[in-house]
């Protein structure tokens, strides 16, 4: 079955343990894309990747780091977690279209709730 | 500063009624407009707009895009119970990045 997978659903942690949240897709896509959603400012974008080892920032990536060594996995890393990080996260990735970008449909993940007490 | 807004921010309708949710973009080098409908879960999505006026349909739902006032509206026909979810408009815009835009999404709910 295609799919995206992230791993885990759910975390609740403390300020400045570091965290790794992984993503995972099956579809031999070559973008990919990590995003937090929070109540009343929708879906923002912190990272994507392009293709292996071609990586960039979204909107909002202070505070995260992203690494593209395979082209099925995307992990978002949390160095130091703070509360201000207490989010919904969505892993997504799609095609890459012919003319070098992102294609139609971008598939999304189960979500990742995470807490940062 | 890129912004996607959405209209209204939530809806409540009876079976049957007929709905129009609305976006308006600013974004740089504007390439695309997609629509999702999430539920209590990942989004999924509905369609993608590139060109003005052309319209996108599946079953009860259709789409169009006015590139030149810079809006979007999604219609859901004869609504049903199973299209209650918030719908996503997302707009892929490229300042030397490609990055997409999200509103904050229309709640829907449709009441049997």
């Known amino acids: 079955e295609a799919q995206v997978t992230q791993n885990p659903r759910y975390l609740i942690t403390v300020t400045g343990k570091k965290l790794t949240v992984t993503c995972s897709q099956n579809?031999?896509?070559?973008?990919m894309s990590w995003y937090r959603q929070d109540p009343g400012l929708g879906l923002r974008q912190i990272y994507y990747?392009?293709?292996?080892?071609?990586?960039d920032k979204g909107d909002v990536p202070e505070g995260y780091k992203v690494s593209r060594k395979e082209k099925r996995n995307f992990p978002l890393i949390l160095e130091s977690p703070s509360p201000n990080q207490t989010s919904l996260y969505f892993c997504a990735s799609s095609f890459k279209g012919a003319s070098g970008r992102p294609g139609n449909e971008q598939f999304f993940g189960p979500g990742t709730r995470l807490t940062v007490l | 500063e890129d912004k996607v807004v959405q209209s209204p921010l939530s809806l409540v309708v009876h079976e049957g009624d007929t709905v129009t949710l609305n976006c308006s973009y600013e974004v740089t080098n504007f390439r695309s407009l997609l629509w999702y409908k999430q539920e209590k879960k990942a989004p999924t999505f509905l369609f993608m707009l590139t060109s003005s006026g052309i319209e996108k349909k599946s079953g009860r739902l259709s789409s169009i895009l006015d590139k030149k006032e810079l809006f979007s509206i999604l219609n859901i026909t004869a609504t049903q119970t199973g299209d209650s979810a918030v719908y996503l408009c997302a707009v892929e815009g490229h300042s030397g990045t490609y990055k997409y835009i999200f509103g904050t999404g229309t709640r829907l709910k449709v009441l049997a």
């Open positions: 579809m031999n896509h070559e973008y």
């Open positions: 990747s392009m293709n292996v080892e071609v990586t």
